[in-house]
């Protein structure tokens, strides 16, 4: 558990089932979780001793629900989860709250369209910590803190690659066109503080790169 921006706290956890390594946060301010798994270091009961206790989970795509669950059974949070994906949410991970792009949620987070990987996939933009979050789209190669190169997934991961690509590029594009942030904060990558968004235009500019391959 480790806090990268004020009241923005980072951890690491494999998720339920896959075993993948996967990136959870928390805004703390608020009490929001994003694409949580429990934080094997200090567990779920920390949540509890923190002044706001986790009044939301915001997943970022349908495939992050993660350790939700255990969330929800303890604080009895509402999961927000995009519309487009509501299919991946049967009666074993209801109730769920659906959400569109362009909706508002719990912590001031902005719901941003990515799209291309799948039709699920969401930035979520906080204006007040000038902070963008990355669900599957865009993630970073190597250890957490290893400095790995920021890009996509390996092409395995995609039914259609380049179509898939030029996708998420044009969404990229849009998005700094858009948005003022500063920090990115990636759901397979950790966070990158302070120089998120010329990383981005650096891969926007190359067009494109694969950040690790399997």
Aim: aromatic letters at 8%; a negative charge; hydrophobic letters at 35%.
């Amino acid at each position: 558990m480790e806090e990268v921006l004020p009241g923005v706290y980072h951890w690491q956890g494999k998720n339920p089932g896959s075993g993948v390594r996967g990136s959870s946060f928390w805004l703390s301010g608020p009490g929001v979780l994003i694409d949580p798994n429990v934080p094997p270091d200090v567990g779920i009961d920390w949540f509890s001793g923190q002044e706001t206790s986790p009044q939301a989970i915001v997943l970022s795509n349908r495939h992050h629900y993660r350790g939700s669950r255990e969330f929800v059974e303890r604080y009895g949070c509402p999961v927000h989860v995009p519309r487009v994906g509501l299919h991946e949410f049967g009666p074993d991970r209801q109730p769920v709250e659906p959400y569109e792009p362009g909706d508002a949620l719990p912590g001031g987070l902005v719901v941003h369209e990515v799209g291309a990987i799948c039709p699920d996939d969401m930035a979520l933009h906080s204006a007040e910590l000038r902070a963008l979050w990355f669900a599957d789209g865009l993630v970073r190669g190597g250890e957490v803190g290893s400095g790995g190169p920021l890009g996509f997934v390996p092409d395995s991961l995609m039914d259609e690659p380049e179509q898939t690509k030029q996708g998420l590029l044009r969404s990229f594009r849009r998005l700094l066109d858009e948005l003022q942030f500063e920090h990115i904060l990636l759901a397979h990558g950790g966070a990158m503080v302070g120089d998120g968004r010329a990383l981005l235009e650096d891969l926007v500019g190359a067009g494109g790169r694969t950040a690790f391959e399997m």
